[in-house]
């Protein structure tokens, strides 16, 4: 058995209501200035939290204004409010670009490394401020993972930094804050999860320690994300659907995904598709090319949604893809790329960029070529 490296917060807290274990730890702190970033829906959830924080003395700055695929440029324009503020603490309470925004202001607060410069493994140089992340998504896990996203603009595409220092201090992960999230957000956000634990199962370098993970968030998410889009109060299906991301999560660092996130890069720099939604779209085409990679675990994967057995493990894996692909029909999900706006003529120029991307195209069972990257691409139109 080959090593492994698992990296994750120092403590993960797991419960509805643990927003408020938030407050009571951050406050015998001896911190005195937080940085909460945000979205404009989750202001009105966090008031009383933030108004508490202001009675025990602390000074808050709430930022509200992240857009859904930052920038370089947005990051750097954040990064001097924050600096500005003279920050010695930060939250990030949202979902997956709120959390990645919040860890590199926190790493980067004192740093004089330029973001753009960071793109890749390892580059990050030193430890930033205190901060913790707290997600109102059950999706992107990046509340657990060491890894952050941003739009760089030179190459319009979305390009990874992941560095141990980009793992928060703590992790409140409250499923009472997901609750109020829109039926579509929910089910692009859960694909997305449900991404993560099928390429990290799948994943060349897939390990033991992680599998169980991977298979367990499988599980939860298979059962529970159209309970939630359905009913989004329904919280036992809002609980499972936010462990199974948190398992989706501790993937990340020690496996991390594949060519599903490869070539959703492309849509996201240059369409600004959201990242769930390209996964969503893009998750049933790579699973139907990579399975002959690994028949035995696209088997145990659909096992494990729920899907029939079949005679032999092929036929098993297909009824797994047949599965996810009606769960994401039945979620709302479109299944072609002329759906959202993404034309033909862009196929070529998208299979290139997704090239780019070797960090996670190393990681795939089966190796992707430009041609290949091409045709799956094609299979969606």
């Not at 993960?12 to 408020?20: A, E, L, N």
């Not at 001097?80 to 603490?89: G, L, M, Y």
Request: hydrophobic fraction near 40%; aromatic fraction near 6%; glycine fraction near 8%.
């Amino acid at each position: 058995m080959r090593p492994i490296i698992l990296q994750q917060p120092q403590r993960i807290v797991f419960g509805t209501g643990c927003i408020s274990q938030f407050c009571d730890e951050y406050t015998k702190m001896n911190f005195k200035r937080l940085f909460i970033l945000t979205a404009p829906p989750i202001v009105p959830l966090i008031e009383s939290t933030i108004k508490k924080l202001n009675e025990a003395g602390i000074t808050t700055l709430v930022f509200d204004r992240i857009t859904q695929e930052p920038s370089v440029a947005d990051f750097k324009s954040i990064l001097n409010i924050a600096q500005d503020f003279h920050t010695d603490s930060v939250i990030g309470i949202g979902g997956g670009s709120v959390l990645d925004i919040s860890k590199l202001i926190a790493t980067l607060i004192h740093s004089e490394q330029q973001v753009e410069d960071l793109f890749g493994i390892g580059l990050i140089s030193q430890r930033g401020c205190w901060f913790a992340c707290m997600p109102t998504t059950a999706g992107t896990g990046s509340e657990v993972s060491p890894n952050a996203i941003l739009l760089d603009e030179r190459d319009k595409l979305k390009k990874g930094i992941v560095s141990p220092y980009l793992i928060a201090d703590v992790a409140y992960v409250d499923p009472q804050l997901t609750v109020t999230v829109p039926a579509k957000v929910t089910a692009e956000t859960g694909m997305d999860a449900l991404t993560h634990c099928i390429e990290a199962y799948t994943n060349k370098f897939a390990h033991p320690a992680i599998d169980m993970y991977a298979l367990m968030g499988i599980e939860l998410i298979a059962a529970n994300l159209l309970k939630a889009v359905k009913n989004g109060n329904d919280i036992e299906a809002r609980e499972a659907l936010l462990l199974g991301s948190l398992y989706g999560g501790l993937c990340l660092g020690p496996v991390n995904t594949a060519a599903v996130h490869a070539l959703s890069y492309p849509l996201g720099g240059e369409f600004h598709i959201s990242h769930g939604l390209s996964n969503a779209i893009l998750l049933p085409s790579v699973m139907k090319f990579n399975r002959s990679a690994n028949l035995k675990k696209y088997a145990e994967i659909a096992i494990a949604c729920g899907a029939p057995q079949g005679t032999n493990d092929d036929e098993t894996a297909q009824n797994g893809i047949d599965f996810i692909t009606q769960l994401s029909k039945d979620c709302g999900i479109p299944t072609r790329l002329t759906e959202i706006g993404v034309p033909h003529e862009a196929v070529e120029r998208m299979a290139k960029a997704a090239m780019d991307v070797q960090r996670l195209l190393k990681n795939n069972p089966r190796e992707v070529t430009e041609a290949d990257a091409k045709a799956i691409y094609e299979s969606l139109y």
